[in-house]
């Protein structure tokens, strides 16, 4: 879950820290670049001493970069419990006739920054292939992870308003959205079998993310602080691990 790293805590940070203080023994950080994720391990580990932060290179787009990055957990001694797909760009809003098409296909294939975390394993990356395929290579390895493990495991996917309000100039960002929602059933149903849930997180409109400070000027007033990170632990415990 994510944690408060200077500045206003992204998703991703307030994520991790959230689990951290739920007391999580392992986070687990992933990314592409490690410098990064070490200030993020920096501030969460002289907050909540008792939680190990660990962080490990990795690049989300690349199914075989994220296998061996699972079989590096593993030779660690740790086991992923909850994984979260939390990624999304906002690429400048513009109407279907106008826009690229390459442009607006990068919503469900493109690098885009930011980190995205799991726990007791979480796991976080910088520059994945945002809403769609990062999170399906994520999903396949930790299902492919977890086929000897009995105990309750979750897939937490980080959605948005934009899968279900039809913005006009959205139809990128809101279609991907859209296609995650979907994309989590299939998990939830492929996962009973292994004992893993999935949901579709929505965490309302949330001020000061590199997400929504790009947006349009008269969206801005929508978006309020929240406990983003708290509510989603909630979920996670409550629903998924019996706690």
């Known amino acids: 879950m994510n944690r408060g790293c200077h500045r206003k805590a992204t998703n991703e940070q307030a994520i991790a820290k959230a689990f951290a203080a739920a007391s999580a023994p392992h986070v687990i950080l992933v990314g592409r670049r490690l410098e990064k994720l070490d200030q993020v391990k920096e501030h969460i580990s002289r907050e909540f001493t008792s ?3 660990h962080c490990f290179s990795a690049d989300v787009s690349n199914a075989s970069s994220v296998e061996k990055m699972f079989d590096e957990i593993l030779a660690n001694g740790l086991q992923v419990d909850v994984l979260i797909n939390n990624a999304g760009i906002n690429d400048a809003r513009t109407p279907i006739a106008d826009s690229n098409p390459d442009n607006w296909w990068r919503n469900y294939v493109r690098p885009c920054h930011s980190i995205s975390i799991t726990w007791i394993g979480p796991y976080a990356n910088e520059h994945q292939e945002v809403m769609v395929k990062g999170p399906f290579v994520c999903t396949r390895a ?12 979750a897939v937490i996917m980080v959605s948005s308003v934009g899968s279900y309000a039809t913005l006009p100039n959205a139809s990128s960002y809101g279609s991907a959205k859209a296609a995650l929602n979907r994309f989590t059933e299939w998990v939830g149903v492929e996962g009973k079998d292994h004992n893993i849930h999935a949901v579709a997180f929505h965490p309302g409109g949330v001020a000061g993310t590199e ?7 008269h969206l801005q007033r929508l978006f309020t602080e929240n406990g983003y990170g708290s509510s989603l632990i909630a979920s996670v415990h409550k629903r998924f691990l019996g706690q």
Not at 142 to 153: C, D
Not at 211 to 217: M, Q, R
């Open 51 to 53: 939680c190990k932060v």
């Open 142 to 153: 930790f299902f492919r992870q977890r086929k000897s493990i009995t105990t309750s495991g």
């Open 211 to 217: 997400l929504t400070s790009s947006s349009p000027e």
